[in-house]
């Protein structure tokens, strides 16, 4: 089969390689699929870059990726399934994460074939496309959580959305409407018409506005752009507010080369007891019931509907890679196979 081939840590444009490789084997309880298209996430760059240092330790590899072919978000169509799966048969249209939890290591995605667990995949919702469905799991999962579970999103509060235009923003801006919230976005100019297309209430220009210093206040803000400091933003949060950071580090510009944003998130966490407004060690349990079902559910509703940027083959991958690292993306970048 055809794949992407990492060799080693660094730029795409020397580690990455189009080469024919074997087929994967799969175990009793794991699904062979057929790509038909799979996403670019953050956490694709700092695979191949091996950046921060920390996710080498944290099961990527040492000195080169232990898993050779990138990428981890894919809708497929099922190919076989070992013993074991119960869920899913031969021809089943599929989305989901082909490695979920820690995805700071390869995942497969980006080849013809891969082998995925059960428990990180859900039936295709009928009414989108396989280009739509790969740009799903991992974005929306992190928005999902961010609001629902560390944020307790509930009907009427005002939220913020800080970097709303990008592939977990786009998906932010759209759960919070269907929590029926008033939802403030906040990006650049370029994105704001975007944004009030999918929902957004209001759309805030960064490089015009400072949302921490306009004088509003909000019940959660969901911090994805991660570009303002939290004794900033608190300043924007009712008095019984939620502030969720979720981290994105500008792709290593903004964050320690050794652990990344984990710094950020630990010092949050150690004041979480001393301040109501930060989620403390409730936000790391497990949620209950099947998150991606329950996307699943507001796609199908047609109450989400996923923001696809473009395109691009397999053979492209490294541009793809660039076109995410620009910043100026609206929605995902997808790879069709």
């Not at 730029?11 to 309880?29: A, F, K, S, Y």
């Not at 995949?121 to 992190?142: D, G, R």
């Not at 509060?157 to 235009?165: D, E, F, T």
């Not at 803000?221 to 979720?246: E, F, H, M, P």
Request: hydrophobic share 40%.
């Amino acid at each position: 089969m055809k794949a992407i081939v990492q060799t080693a840590y660094g730029d795409p444009d020397d580690v990455l390689e189009l080469r024919e490789i074997d087929r994967p084997v799969i175990g009793d309880d794991d699904v062979l699929v057929r790509v038909r298209a799979a996403s670019l996430h953050p956490d694709v760059w700092h695979t191949v870059h091996g950046v921060p240092y920390v996710l080498r330790i944290m099961g990527a590899g040492l000195r080169a990726p232990k898993t050779r072919v990138p990428g981890t978000d894919v809708a497929v169509h099922v190919e076989a399934v070992g013993t074991n799966v119960t869920r899913f048969r031969p021809g089943d249209e599929v989305f989901g994460e082909i490695v979920h939890g820690n995805q700071w290591r390869n995942g497969g995605a980006y080849a013809e074939y891969a082998a995925a667990a059960e428990s990180g995949l859900a039936l295709k919702p009928a009414n989108i496309t396989f280009e739509q469905a790969a740009a799903v799991a991992t974005s929306a999962l992190i928005a999902h959580r961010g609001l629902h579970h560390e944020g307790r999103i509930r009907s009427g509060q005002r939220v913020l959305i800080n970097g709303a235009g990008g592939g977990v923003g786009t998906f932010a801006v759209q759960i919070a409407k269907a929590y029926g919230t008033d939802v403030t976005a906040v990006d650049s100019a370029d994105k704001a018409e975007m944004l009030r297309s999918i929902g957004a209430d209001r759309a805030i220009d960064y490089v015009r506005e400072d949302f921490t210093r306009s004088g509003e206040r909000y019940d959660l803000i969901l911090d994805i752009a991660s570009n303002r400091a939290w004794s900033d933003c608190k300043r924007a949060l009712t008095q019984d507010g939620t502030y969720v950071l979720i981290g994105h580090d500008h792709f290593g510009a903004s964050s320690n080369r050794w652990i990344g944003s984990l710094g950020r998130f630990l010092t949050l966490l150690l004041r979480s007891p001393f301040e109501r407004r930060l989620p403390g060690l409730h936000a790391f349990k497990t949620p209950e019931g099947d998150p991606l079902a329950i996307v699943a559910g507001f796609i199908e509703a047609g109450t989400i509907t996923p923001v696809v940027d473009s395109t691009y083959p397999l053979s492209e991958v490294r541009e793809a890679i660039r076109h995410m690292e620009a910043g100026d993306a609206r929605g995902k970048i997808v790879i069709t196979i």
